[in-house]
C-alpha cells in the first residue's frame, strides 16, 4: 500500500481482530487486483442503481473483465463499488491492495481522496477535456501536477497504443466519439494506476448503425491494447457482443448476481 493512503481515507492502519467487520482501509499482499467476496449492495445512491446480492468476483491483473447485463443486472452497480463509488452493504471488498467492509468511505467520489486515482482510474459514461488544449497537453495535465520523470515517457506510450499520435496536436471538439473516449482512457491511465474501470458510452453503446459497430470495434481494439501491450488491468461493460478477443473474460449478470462466467466455463 502506498503511504498515507490509510490515514488519508480515515481507516484503521492495521487489520481488523478475527470476526470483527473491516470498516476501512488494511494492508493487503494478495497478487489479485480486486475481489468481492459475498458482496450485497442495495439500491445505491437515490435509488438509481439496482440491487446486487452475494456477489463473488476475484479480477487478476493484466486482464480484460467484460460485466454484461442490462440496466436491472447488477453489473453496473458492481463496477461502481470497483471505482470506489458505492459501498458495499455487506460482505468484503478488496481493491488494488485495500481492504473494504460495509459502509467504507467512497475514496472514488471527486475531491475525497487525491491518492485514490493511483490506484484506479475512472472514466465517467460521459468523460470531459480541457478544450482549449490539445490531446497531447491534456493527457500531459495530470502529469505536471505530479512532477514524475516517468510520467513524460507515459503519455508519449499511451498516444501509440491509444492510436492518438496522429492527432495529439488537435484540440477534443476536432476528435471522433472514439478518439475523445480514448483520450479520457489515457487521462485515467497517466498515474498508472492498478485498476481501469471503464463504464459503457451511451453515444457509442447504443448506436446500431455500421458507423455505431465501428466505433465500439475501434474502442475495443484499444481496451484490447492496454491490457496485451501495456499489461493494464481493465474492467468494463461495455456490450459483451463487441469483438472482444478470446483472451477477454465475460461475466454475465442478471436479477443481482452472476449467472455466467467465462473463465470458469474454460476451466
Known sequence: MRDGISGHLGGPAGGAPAGQKVCGVVPNTVGRVARLRRAVVGHGRSGKTAPCFGVDLEIEPGTLTVLAGGPDSGADTVLLVLAGLLAIDEGEAEIAGMRFG?????????????????????????????????????????????????????????????????????????????????????????????????????????????SGRTRRSDLVAS??????????????????????????RIVEFDAGGIVADSS????
Open 102 to 210: 460495509p459502509g467504507f468511505p467512497l475514496p472514488g467520489v471527486p475531491g475525497r481522496s487525491t491518492t485514490w486515482q493511483t490506484h484506479v482510474g475512472y472514466v465517467p459514461p460521459t468523460p470531459s477535456a480541457v478544450e482549449y488544449l490539445t490531446v497531447a497537453e491534456n493527457l500531459a495535465l495530470p502529469a505536471v501536477a505530479s512532477d514524475s520523470p516517468e510520467n513524460e515517457s507515459r503519455v508519449r506510450r499511451l498516444l501509440r497504443t491509444l492510436r492518438l499520435e496522429s492527432v495529439r496536436n488537435r484540440f477534443p471538439e476536432e476528435l471522433t466519439p472514439v478518439q475523445r473516449r480514448c483520450l479520457a482512457l489515457g487521462q485515467a491511465l497517466v498515474h498508472a494506476p492498478d485498476l481501469l474501470v471503464v463504464p459503457a458510452d451511451p453515444e457509442i453503446s447504443s448506436s446500431t448503425s455500421a
Open 264 to 267: 470458469q466455463a474454460s476451466r
Open 223 to 248: 481496451l484490447i491494447d492496454l491490457v496485451d501491450l501495456d499489461g493494464h488491468t481493465v474492467v468494463t461493460s461495455l456490450a459483451e457482443t463487441a469483438p472482444w478477443s478470446t483472451s477477454t
